[in-house]
């Protein structure tokens, strides 16, 4: 923490607050506190971010379905609408400046029967009101565009502005721009205590570290309604909202090329789900997913058991609606190669809390960030941003970059680019990862970059390394060596990610395992 720091660029500043380590503390890395930090990095403001995970995107922003939303769905008027909208047009650029992944592969609202019409008639009108393109299509319109759509299709919506992204990828690629940039960022950071502080606020972490700062961003997460109630009268409820989702292996991308959901329904096995869907990725799976189960801790995204048959009881139905079905007639369960799980940091407002707290000045909430939050969030952190400016009046940082250095994935470079590589680097020869083909090279600067990989998931995120077939069977002995290498860990130091979920166990550990059965 740089002590020595002053505030000297802000206009009108009293001796009283020089006592501001911080002009901007940012509570939570997920999408909207990473778009904030970066937002805020154009200006000359000394900005921290507070991340209680062991990583940032360690939250709701990593849990979630990968789609960029086209906006049709949220009710017209509320702040879901309005940010879903402006985030969604924002994705070009931003994906283009940070080198991140990003297709406009469409969203298809799928009807099996004249009730699914009638939603799709509605979600038209939704997305009129919201500015939003959408298309009706019935059966014939379908079998021209998607040939081998299944029997019982009998119509759908078409949203062409719909995407895809790799949500921990966008997140890490904004929270990397920022930390270049000068934001600093504190992990395994969880906040206990805000207090108000002449003009600002003091904050104590869990572990007794000391922030003080002028402003605070309230961005987090399943945890916002915490912190809220901390300095106002005016609380709210998070209310976690679990989805579970199934991956697929690369084989299936060749017959899914755009996000289809159908309407909102009841599963089979029980629950709801806001729209069951199968969706492309950008880097070559295929997400089936998700359910949505009301959960009461801010931090469960474990997937059950329960979660995972709500899913394939439900593909089992669904499947035969799908293009997919011509080449697989059923629903190939030995596809599935992982699961995972998010919480959706749902409020007791039904909207998001956006804005500052009228009896608490320089607390400003972006809470309730539910689905379209990944859309959204590019959007929500630009106004974070702009409430904070309006209130400071900072010079602009002239020496700001929006971009960021990026290595090639060694799976996608060509093989004159592959040739190039291992002349400049040899740690490009070597292949860790043979299932997503990660090298040596990609998995060390990882671990170098900007808030880099401290944990065997946190390069997971970053490469991609143990994310196939074998999720992990044969690289990750490896990518615990380099993480020794590189960080001068203790083979019984590394993590899975983070705290103390240890890869390896000594023999003086083995009381544990008894003492616990």
Not at 153 to 169: D, E
Not at 232 to 251: N, Q, V, Y
Request: with cysteine; charged share 25%.
């Amino acid at each position: 923490m740089a002590n020595h720091f002053i505030i000297s660029h802000l206009d009108a500043v009293g001796e009283e607050d020089l006592r501001f380590m911080w002009d901007v503390v940012v509570v939570g890395a997920g999408v909207c506190g990473a778009a904030a930090a970066r937002a805020l990095a154009r200006y000359k403001l000394k900005v921290a971010v507070l991340e209680k995970g062991s990583d940032v995107c360690a939250g709701a922003s990593r849990g979630n379905s990968a789609m960029v939303h086209g906006g049709f769905d949220p009710d017209p008027g509320t702040l879901k609408a309005i940010y879903n909208v402006r985030g969604n047009r924002m994705f070009d650029d931003l994906c283009e400046e940070l080198e991140v992944p990003f297709e406009r592969s469409g969203t298809l609202i799928l009807a099996t029967n004249e009730k699914d019409m009638e939603e799709v008639h509605r979600l038209h009108e939704k997305g009129e009101a919201n500015g939003v393109p959408t298309i009706v299509m019935d059966r014939s319109a379908l079998l021209e565009r998607w040939p081998t759509m299944g029997e019982g299709a009998v119509g759908a919506l078409f949203c062409p502005s719909g995407g895809i992204v790799c949500p921990y990828t966008l997140v890490i690629a904004m929270c990397e721009n920022a930390a270049r940039n000068g934001v600093e960022f504190f992990l395994n950071t969880e906040v206990s205590e805000i207090a108000p502080l002449n003009g600002g606020w003091h904050l104590t972490t869990k572990d007794g570290q000391a922030f003080d700062t002028r402003i605070v961003l309230n961005c987090a997460g399943t945890h916002a309604d915490q912190l809220n109630n901390m300095v106002s009268t005016d609380h709210f409820k998070i209310l976690p909202r679990f989805g579970a989702h199934l991956i697929m292996d690369r084989e299936y991308i060749k017959w899914v090329d755009t996000t289809i959901t159908q309407t909102p329904t009841t599963l089979p096995t029980g629950g709801h789900t806001k729209g069951m869907g199968i969706m492309p990725s950008v880097d070559g799976t295929v997400i089936l997913g998700c359910d949505a189960v009301d959960y009461t801790d801010p931090d469960d995204v474990a997937t059950t058991s329960k979660s995972i048959d709500a899913i394939v009881d439900y593909f089992k139905t669904f499947w035969k609606y799908l293009p997919i079905s011509a080449v697989y007639p059923n629903f190939p369960v030995e596809g599935v190669i992982n699961a995972y799980g998010g919480l959706r940091p749902h409020s007791d407002r039904d909207d998001y809390i956006i804005g500052e707290v009228p009896d608490a000045p320089g607390f400003i909430n972006a809470a309730g960030i539910e689905s379209p939050g990944l859309t959204a969030g590019p959007a929500i952190g630009e106004h974070l941003a702009e409430l904070v400016v309006e209130k400071l009046s900072p010079e602009k940082n002239e020496a700001y970059r929006p971009g960021r250095e990026v290595l090639k994935p060694f799976r996608t470079m060509t093989e004159d680019e592959r040739k190039n590589a291992i002349a400049e680097n040899p740690d490009y020869a070597k292949i860790v990862c043979r299932c997503e083909q990660v090298t040596e090279a990609e998995i060390r600067d990882a671990i170098r970059r900007p808030v880099g990989a401290r944990s065997v998931s946190a390069v997971k995120m970053r490469t991609r390394a143990g994310m196939g077939r074998c999720q992990g069977g044969f690289c990750q002995s490896r990518v615990v060596e380099i993480l020794c290498e590189e960080l001068h860990l203790s083979p019984l130091e590394v993590t899975q990610s983070g705290k103390e979920s240890y890869i390896l166990l000594d023999k003086s550990c083995s009381h544990r395992f008894k003492e616990d059965t």
